[in-house]
């Protein structure tokens, strides 16, 4: 089986040993340059793109998303769960039942016994490892999902249906660019945690050598998380589109860094809007999947049995060994397709603001025509163009036989009568009664 093929379409067809892939078949009528009157031609036969060649509005993008995923979602959770689910499923359960160990840990410590300084050096070392390590590694598996359903995203786009085996061929040559940017991520955010924790300090001892109330000191934390937030906000949107553009375009690191901030350029509220209002719908659904795992990690914790009279093996324990288990298959598996879908939105985010600025959709419409340009998602210089304009309403057409109707041009207007005593003007000028002369003469 190919790598990628049309939807539909099995076996060798005509022209495909082209630059376009999979044959295509031609459309109705060649593209004319943009803009056009009226909609754009629509996308060949057996070459259907999942979203329309014109600006995406928000629906258009949540639409996309969908259909991306649903028509191809065994590939993309397969990639989700290698990428996301193992490792997120790893961290939840190390991280759960690591609690209870070094709880009992720390316990032992407190009585005061033999060898008491070793055991809370391991301790927190076991603390550093659940709460960095494990994490760390989720996040990096979870940064690079983006990738392969970027090209899976452009693939559809384009009408093609990608295996694993085709979107891994896709990232040849792009995969260290993505987990370069990744790591760069990381390294960006230590350099704010560092900056964070200074400013805490100095904003501590500025605060204490004031003396200043308790109400400063709450004031002061929450404008002071509030700035961060902002600034975590602002450079995560401006460089949203970097995984993405790196996947179809190709560029280096820094090159799609540049490009996202190009992208990004006069649009800043529409992405970040429409990227918190997904990450909102999504993680409400992971927060209603993830109460089983809340409730199995506060069975676990003791609250319902501070003094330990309980058995691990019976009631609280074994439910909230359960709880834990199903809860965490569940939060993941949902997770999972938030990831996806998430990634998805991005991704048609970085097409429609390219579509905007670059004219994607003519590369495309002309792709999928004529096989040519090669890769219509290929670096591209920006065109300026005015913004899309309304789509009229297609003009019925007159059934045969029918009598062709003329648009209603309104009421018919009375001649104007002259006034009482009025001069009739000469007809050398062609006026009309009661009207004077071009040069205003009677």
Same mark, same amino acid.
């Given at each position: 089986m ?15 040993? %082209? ?6 078949q ?40 969908? &259909?991306? *995923?649903?028509?191809?979602? %065994?590939?993309?959770l ?65 940064? *690079?999902?983006?990738?392969p359903?970027?090209?899976? &995203? ?18 040849s ?28 300090v ?14 400063? *000191?709450?004031l ?39 490009q996202?901030? %190009? ?24 927060s209603?999947?993830? *109460? ?10 003791? &609250? ?42 991005v ?6 603001? %390219? ?12 792709h ?55 001069? &009739? ?18």
């Amino acid at each position: 089986m190919s790598d990628w093929q049309t939807p539909g379409t099995s076996g060798e067809q005509p022209g495909a040993d %082209r630059p376009g892939g999979a044959a295509h078949q031609p459309g109705p009528q060649p593209s004319a340059p943009w803009p056009i009157p009226g909609p754009p031609p629509p996308p060949p036969a057996g070459s259907r793109p999942v979203i329309p060649l014109r600006p995406l509005g928000l629906g258009d993008v949540l639409g996309g998303a969908f &259909t991306v *995923f649903r028509r191809n979602a %065994r590939v993309l959770l397969l990639w989700s769960v290698l990428l996301s689910g193992v490792l997120g499923l790893l961290a939840t359960l190390v991280s759960t039942f690591g609690q209870q160990a070094l709880q009992s840990r720390m316990l032992s410590a407190a009585d005061g016994g033999s060898g008491s300084e070793s055991i809370v050096a391991g301790s927190v070392t076991l603390l550093i490892v659940l709460s960095v390590g494990l994490p760390f590694l989720a996040y990096l598996g979870r940064g *690079f999902l983006v990738a392969p359903v970027a090209a899976d &995203t452009g693939q559809r786009i384009l009408g093609r249906r990608a295996t694993f085996r085709g979107l891994w061929a896709l990232l040849s040559g792009r995969r260290r660019s993505v987990v370069a940017w990744i790591l760069l991520q990381l390294a960006a955010g230590v350099v704010i945690g560092i900056v964070f924790v200074l400013v805490f300090v100095g904003f501590i001892a500025a605060l204490t050598a004031g003396d200043a109330g308790v109400w400063g *000191f709450v004031l002061g934390f929450l404008a002071m998380f509030a700035g961060f937030g902002v600034v975590l906000a602002w450079l995560g949107t401006k460089f949203a589109f970097t995984v993405p553009t790196i996947t179809l375009e190709g560029r280096s690191v820094f090159s799609a860094a540049a490009q996202s901030w %190009r992208l990004t350029r006069g649009a800043f509220w529409r992405t970040f809007g429409i990227v918190l209002l997904v990450q909102a719908m999504f993680g409400f659904a992971v927060s209603i999947a993830s *109460f089983p795992l809340t409730i199995g990690s506060v069975l676990l914790s003791g &609250t319902f049995d501070p003094l330990g009279q309980t058995d691990a093996s019976s009631g609280v324990g074994v439910g909230g060994i359960v709880a834990v288990v199903v809860g965490s298959l569940l939060a993941i598996a949902v997770q999972c397709i938030a990831d996806v879908l998430n990634a998805s939105v991005v991704t048609l985010l970085t097409v429609d603001r %390219r579509i905007r600025t670059e004219a994607l959709d003519q590369r495309i419409a002309s792709h999928l025509e004529t096989g040519t340009p090669a890769d219509p998602f290929a670096p591209a210089p920006q065109v300026s163009r005015p913004p899309w304009p309304p789509q009229p309403f297609p003009v019925q057409q007159p059934w045969p036989g029918q009598p062709v109707q003329q648009p209603w041009a309104g009421p018919p207007v009375p001649p104007q009568q002259p006034w009482p005593g009025q001069p &009739t003007p000469p007809p050398e000028w062609g006026g009309a009664p009661g009207r004077y002369p071009p040069d205003g003469r009677a």
